[in-house]
């Protein structure tokens, strides 16, 4: 037989029962809140969802405070508190999603590439550039990819500017050379 966890609101007035374990809802929340805590964000994917869910089902737990006899149950009317009220939530979202018969696309622009056949380049790009020697390297993503000037490159890397205007000239006729960027630009 099982132990009612909640009379009705009729009977709460004229019980005169001793609670054990928990006095008063403070030191219950106080006590359990990490537990319960985890148990809530087990529920949702956002941290602060978790704390927002938490805190309604401690409130509608201390609306009834009252009216719940066993205490030791605390812990499964809280969990069922915060399980019907992240239903509740999940049924009143709001959705943003319709359903179509076509799917629309975007029209090809006239002059842009195909995204695969732009991003196939870009990889042959960085394997290409990473065949290059470190310092040719570091010196060829300084100045094209980070946009950095020369003296600033010569600065970054701690070397004259006639070095790196003739470390880059180097790297960029290998990078021409490359057999794999002309088969991607063909």
Known sequence: MTTPVCTSASNSGARTTVRPGYPSFASYVR???PVLL???RSLTANPCDAEDLLQTALTKTYV???RI???RALDGYVRRALLNTRTSQWRKRKVDEFTCDELPEPEPVPG???PAEQQALHDAMWRAILKLPARQRAMVVLRYYEDLSESQTAEVLGVSIGTVKSAVSRALGKLREDPELELARA
């Open 31 to 33: 006590d359990r809140q």
């Open 64 to 66: 009834a405070w009252d």
């Open 69 to 71: 006899e066993d205490h």
């Open 38 to 40: 985890r148990t809530a």
């Open 112 to 114: 842009l590439e195909d």
